[in-house]
């Protein structure tokens, strides 16, 4: 029994251990400024109205797979807690098993019936979530069946961050 307990407590220690702390150089937690140091692209702000505020690449200028692509920053509080990077469609599938090999077996996903969904509904989404669900590829599709794709990573503590954000906006009127 002992054995079990120390067995499941050293999962459990090497799952939280294995959780992103970022992408590339940015870390979670860095500021606004911090990044703009490292992007070195043209960033926009934009208030998403969650209390989270994303600074949007302007350009397709951040090195991805040989290519060049947008890069947003989610900030909750000044800090960094997401990276979202545009990917090209046609190359979801290699990027999940990708993923499959660095992280292992996906976390979490809305399934297969959500990744057929977006061939033939307008306003699909289908994503697969790794690491504890804190790198994830999205897929949408738009009103005119356009697709798109994005491949993010976000702070474990995300969640927890924005719910914080959104409880001390209202506090004071409860």
Known sequence: MKC??????????????????????????MSVAEVKKIVKIPLSRKDSGNDVVWYLSTV???P????????????????LLRVALKIPTDKTGSIINSLTEKYGP??????LES??????????????AF????VFVKITSD????????????????????????????????
């Open 60 to 62: 397709e200028g951040f």
């Open 106 to 111: 996906s976390s979490s996903s809305s399934g």
């Open 4 to 29: 079990a307990i120390v067995l499941s407590t050293l999962l459990l220690l090497t799952r939280l251990a294995s959780a992103v702390d970022g992408y590339k150089d940015f870390e979670f937690g």
């Open 64 to 79: 991805f797979g040989g290519k060049k692509v947008p890069i947003s920053f989610g900030f909750v509080g000044g800090k």
């Open 115 to 128: 990744m057929v969904t977006l061939d033939s509904t307008p306003n699909a989404e289908a994503y697969v």
């Open 131 to 134: 690491d504890g669900d804190t």
């Open 143 to 174: 009103e005119s069946m356009q697709q798109r794709a994005l491949l993010i990573y976000t702070s474990p503590e995300y969640d927890r961050h924005v719910l914080q954000s959104q409880k001390k906006s209202v506090e004071d009127d409860l």
